[in-house]
T-cell receptor, first 118, second 109 residues
Framework: DGGITQSPKYLFRKEGQNVTLSCEQNLNHDAMYWYRQDPGQGLRLIYYSQIVNDFQKGDIAEGYSVSREKKESFPLTVTSAQKNPTAFYLC?????????????????FGAGSRLTVL | KQEVTQIPAALSVPEGENLVLNCSFTDSAIYNLQWFRQDPGKGLTSLLLIQSSQREQTSGRLNASLDKSSGRSTLYIAASQPGDSATYLCAAQGGKLIFGQGTELSVKP
């Protein structure tokens, strides 16, 4: 079955450590996204990528980094520069129809990764 | 700057009731309006997508409407069931996809 796999589901980090969240999709989607979700808030975009080897900052990119070396994979690194990293992280993908950021296409989401800083 | 608001933040209804969830947005220059469902600790599942040229979309017991001129969308759920309990999020897509905070729905048996 096609879908998006995020791992790990739960992750604990000590202050000062970098951690990487995995996101893999087998939907043959060109575009991939990382969102952060905090209690009582809507999803906020961290980074997105419309094509391999290219990615763009979203609204809250500071303290995060990404790579897009393969179409199927879009890992997110939460660096020690991110001051408040405890959150639920969601990866998504969509068909890229050439209208830039996900013109009119439905996003498919992974199950999420919950990061807690100890 | 687009802002998306969902009111109320939480809603509790008895099983069988018809209900309406509200979504408002400040910038009417959108490509589409999307509704998602999120179960606790899970990712989002797309429910309905309404293109800017459309007025409504239907899927089973769900009906979503869009009124761009007033900056509003509603999600109508008919004959609610306990399995409908979840958080429902709307998102308006202009240059970016902007999410509301969600409405947490609880349907009591």
């Amino acid at each position: 079955d096609g879908g998006i796999t995020q791992s790990p589901k739960y992750l604990f980090r000590k202050e000062g450590q970098n951690v990487t969240l995995s996101c893999e999709q087998n939907l043959n989607h060109d575009a991939m996204y990382w969102y952060r979700q905090d209690p009582g808030q809507g999803l906020r975009l961290i980074y997105y990528s419309q094509i391999v080897n290219d990615f763009q900052k979203g609204d809250i990119a500071e303290g995060y980094s990404v790579s897009r070396e393969k179409k199927e994979s879009f890992p997110l690194t939460v660096t020690s520069a991110q001051k408040n990293p405890t959150a639920f992280y969601l990866c998504a993908s969509s068909i890229e129809d050439g209208r830039g950021y996900s013109g009119a296409n439905v996003l498919t989401f992974g199950a999420g990764s919950r990061l807690t800083v100890l | 700057k687009q802002e998306v608001t969902q009111i109320p933040a939480a809603l509790s209804v008895p099983e069988g009731e018809n209900l309406v969830l509200n979504c408002s947005f400040t910038d009417s220059a959108i490509y589409n309006l999307q509704w998602f469902r999120q179960d606790p600790g899970k990712g989002l599942t797309s429910l309905l997508l309404i293109q800017s040229s459309q007025r409504e979309q239907t899927s089973g017991r769900l009906n979503a409407s869009l009124d761009k001129s007033s900056g509003r969308s509603t999600l109508y759920i008919a004959a609610s069931q306990p399995g409908d309990s979840a958080t429902y999020l709307c998102a308006a897509q202009g240059g970016k996809l902007i999410f509301g905070q969600g409405t947490e729905l609880s349907v009591k048996p």
